[in-house]
């Protein structure tokens, strides 16, 4: 209880909501950047003035950081050392079952169950996490990790200014809070903190699923296609998570009859924009996009329920990752 407290209390000091700004204060900055953060410190940031002739969009995404961290190379060397091991099969077993445990589980059962597992593990793969290529790749790692927040700072700071406002969603504070325990994403608003940005939190909620052209819902659903990797052809087509389209009739007219495609990233980063307008104008939030703070009780969950399942597969791999993590370090 306590902990959480003062988390809160953490969370809230360097980050507060835009809205609870005076509104002078705000309209001083030339330069406002609207900041989608996706699963995994992926970024979607779009600057104030941007348009459709004129774009001023950048996109950090997690490949460019797994490059920087050397995430491949990594995975590839202990797997090739771990291949010319005595204890091979065993050292295998171990980690196979350590993957399916999860050490962010905020269920007492699932901990304790990680806990005994990594407990039987450590035997095998302690001394071998000790060698000191395991303590190379971590070196190596860190300092990726360093070069990495250079390159998003310059990139920041190239593309949109020399001092931005961050307007940064919200999505790892709220929705996160009740079902996983660390939240992604406030690690790497510390980072861009650290990197001297000012930066500002914004409710996300309803911005990915309305349309910031005619203002109605959109349903998400996903485009299928062929998938653009050439090693998953064989499996048939795949959905487009990363397209949305509006079938309203005013955006059909517009494109044609056809549905209006729109980025998901860029959809959320329009709505952000159309909510700091109307609050800088002096104007209610939009109808649309009306914050779950001022709804009912009951309403807080609705529009949850997929956003949760994203949260719950992207999870799964998220989980392995932090294991791996844990290894190293054991
Ligand atoms: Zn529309």
Redesign the pocket.
């Known amino acids: 209880m306590k902990t959480r407290e003062k988390r809160k209390a953490r969370d809230a000091e360097p980050f507060p909501f835009f809205d609870t700004i005076e509104r002078t204060e705000l309209q001083g900055y030339q330069d406002v950047v609207f900041i989608d953060p996706n699963l995994r410190d992926t970024l979607f940031m779009m600057h104030k003035a941007s348009n459709r002739d004129a774009p001023c969009l950048a996109r950090y995404t997690s490949m460019t950081r797994r490059r920087h961290l050397g995430t491949n190379l990594t995975r590839d060397r202990t797997k090739r050392y771990i291949k010319h091991q005595h204890n091979v099969d065993d050292i295998r077993l171990r980690l196979d079952n350590l993957s399916h445990t999860n050490s962010h589980s905020i269920s007492s059962a699932d901990f304790d169950n990680y806990c005994s597992v990594r407990g039987e593990a450590k035997q095998i793969l302690g001394p071998m996490y000790e060698q000191p290529i395991f303590r190379k790749m971590r070196w190596r790692t860190s300092i990726g990790k360093q070069r990495d927040m250079t390159f998003l700072n310059n990139l920041i700071r190239r593309k949109f200014g020399p001092q931005p406002l961050l307007v940064l969603g919200d999505k790892s504070t709220t929705r996160n809070r009740r079902f996983h325990a660390p939240t992604q994403g406030v690690g790497l608003r510390y980072q861009l903190h650290r990197l001297g940005f000012r930066v500002l939190l914004l409710d996300e909620y309803r911005t990915s699923s309305s349309?910031p052209?005619?203002f109605?819902n959109i349903n998400n659903h996903c485009i299928k296609r062929q998938s653009p990797r050439p090693w998953r052809r064989k499996f048939g087509e795949v959905w487009v998570h990363g397209l949305v389209e509006?079938d309203?009739r005013?955006?059909m007219a517009e494109c044609g009859d056809r549905t209006?495609k729109w980025n998901r990233d860029l959809l959320a980063v329009s709505n952000f924009r159309r909510i700091w307008n109307a609050y800088i104008h002096g104007r209610e939030r939009p109808d649309d996009l009306r914050p779950r703070r001022h709804a009912n009780g009951e309403n807080a969950g609705d529009g949850g329920g997929n956003v949760q399942n994203d949260n719950a597969q992207n999870g799964n791999t998220g989980a392995m990752e932090v294991v791996v993590q844990n290894l190293i370090s054991m």
Do not use: F, I, T, V
């Open positions: 349309c052209d005619c109605a509006c309203s005013p955006c209006k």
